[in-house]
C-alpha cells in the first residue's frame, strides 16, 4: 500500500542488535550539553533524545509504503492515525529517492533501501526540546498522510509543488534510483562567498573561530522563515566559503592574487547553498519575493552588498546585479509552482 506523505520527520537506519541505545539516525548532529557547554558529534539518536518529538526537524515530501501491521490496521479503522514508521518504496516520486538526492547531509544510499525507515513527527515537546523547556513552538506541525493513487493527478501536482518548494525538485530517470538534476548555472564559489559575508554581517560568525553558536543563530533565522537546514550542514557551506576565500586573497611570491578558475569540490549541493543564501536573504535583509523592488539587492543601507562592504578586516564584496541574478534564481526555484 502506498501512501502520499509531506510533513516533519527523519529517516533512521533499522534497528539491530549492535545498536545498543536503538536505531541509528541517518545522518550525523552536533549535540551540546546544556550543563558543560561540550558538544560531539554523533548519530546515537536514543541515547541523547527520548523521541522524535524532543528533536529539530526537516520537512519531507514524497510516496512510502506502510509496513503489513500498519496497512491491517489501517483495514481496520479507516485512518492513518497510528502510523509512525514510513518504508521507501520504487516510485517515480518516492519519497526515499527525493530525500537521498537532495539532502546533502544525509548518510543514506541507494544500498540502504531495504535498510532504513522514516520516522513521523507527530508533536512537539515543550517540556524537553532539544534538551531545554520552550514557550513558544519552533515551528507548526501540519503533517499530510493520505492513500496515494497514481491517477490522482491532484497528489502528483501537489508532490510537484512541494518538491519545488522545499528544495526537493529532481527529474527521475528509467534506471531506478539513479537521479539527474537540472543545471543551476551558477558559481557556486561566489555564492558560497557571499553566504560567508552575510554570517560575518549578521551571526557574528568568525572564519578563525567557527562555533555552534553562529550555526544556530543562522539555523533560527531560517525557520522563521520556514526553511530546515541542519546546523551541519550550515557547517559545511562556511566552510567551503572559507576556502574560497582564503584561497582566493592568498597572494604568491609576486604578491599577485591567486583566484580559483573553477568549482572546488563540495558535498552539498547546489540548491543547497542556494536555499541558504535564499533564507538568510528573506530573514536577514528583508527580501520579499513578492516584490519586485527587493531593499535585499540594491546598494542601500540594510542591503546584501552595503553589508558587505561595511565588513572590516575581509575584502569581501558582491555587487547589485550578482544579487539580483541569485535571488531570480532562488525565486524561480523555490518560490515558483511548477507547471
Partial sequence: MLVYFHGRGDWFFNDNPNNKFGPLLAHNFVFEDTETGE???????????????????????????????????????NNFDHVEKLLPCAHEYSGFIISLEENGYLSLSKNDFDNCFFLIQKEIDMSCF???KISTTPYVINNKLTVYN????????????????LNYRATIYHDFPALEQPELNISINKLAEIILGMAIHKHNYSPEK???????????????KQISIETSVIEKCLAYGIDVYFGRTTRNNEGKALSYNREMKTDIRP???????DGMAMADYGHDHTNTKSKASGGNRGSIPSGLKSIIGYSLSADKSTVK??????????????Q
Avoid: M, W
Avoid at 491517477?151 to 508532490?159: L, W
Avoid at 567557527?210 to 522563521?224: E, V
Avoid at 540548491?271 to 543564501?277: G, I, P, Y
Fill in 39 to 77: 558538544t560531539e558529534l554523533t548519530n546515537e539518536f536514543f541515547r541523547l533524545y527520548d523521541g522524535i518529538d524532543q528533536k529539530l526537524c526537516n520537512e519531507f515530501v514524497g510516496v512510502f509504503k506502510l509496513s503489513k501491521k500498519d496497512i491491517a490496521k489501517y483495514i481496520d479503522s
Fill in 150 to 165: 497514481d491517477s490522482d493527478h491532484k497528489v502528483s501536482d501537489e508532490i510537484q509543488y512541494v518538491n519545488n518548494k
Fill in 325 to 338: 541574478k541569485y535571488l531570480d534564481k532562488a525565486q524561480k526555484l523555490f518560490h515558483t509552482p511548477s
Fill in 130 to 132: 532539544e534538551h531545554k
Fill in 271 to 277: 540548491k543547497v547553498f542556494l536555499n541558504l543564501f
Fill in 210 to 224: 567557527p562555533t555552534q553558536t553562529a550555526y544556530k543563530s543562522i539555523q533560527k533565522s531560517l525557520n522563521s
